[in-house]
């Protein structure tokens, strides 16, 4: 197990009150664990400012397979970045619509530019970009 670090917070009784009744509503068992949890978000979100580290990138793309053309350009600009898909999956949600979820393992610059790329694809309904990391650097 990693070494421990212990530090006393002051902080306003208002605003320690407030994230209490988060964190439980939340399902944290403690403290500590959900502020180790926004820690680790921040530096996630520090890694991806950066902009060189290796990062994972999660693509969510809802879109209607009728609509002329558009599950080949989406193939297309996926397939020009294979190289960096770790995964990819379909599911036929319904008669008309599809949801696409692509997994990228690549600097953030290069992930953040084909989920650009995909979600402002016209005829994607809704697209999203969930970015996190490789782990490597959080405990
Ligand atoms: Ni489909």
């Keep these: 197990m990693a070494d421990l670090t212990r ?55 809802l879109y209607d397979h009728q609509q002329r053309e558009l599950s080949q350009k989406l193939t297309h600009s996926q397939h020009s970045h294979h190289a960096k898909t770790v995964s990819s999956l379909h599911i036929h949600l319904d008669s008309s619509n599809c949801l696409e979820v692509i997994v990228l393992r690549a600097s953030a610059a290069r992930v953040r530019r084909l989920a650009d790329r995909l979600i402002s694809t016209r005829g994607v309904k809704h697209g999203k970009l969930i970015m996190t990391s490789t782990g490597r650097q959080l405990a």
């Design 7 to 61: 530090y006393g917070v002051s902080i306003d009784c208002s605003l320690s009150e407030r994230f209490d009744r988060l964190i439980k509503a939340k399902g944290y068992s403690s403290r500590s664990e959900a502020i180790r949890d926004l820690i680790r978000d921040r530096l996630v979100e520090e890694e991806w400012e950066a902009g060189g580290e290796e990062t994972i990138g999660v693509i969510t793309l």
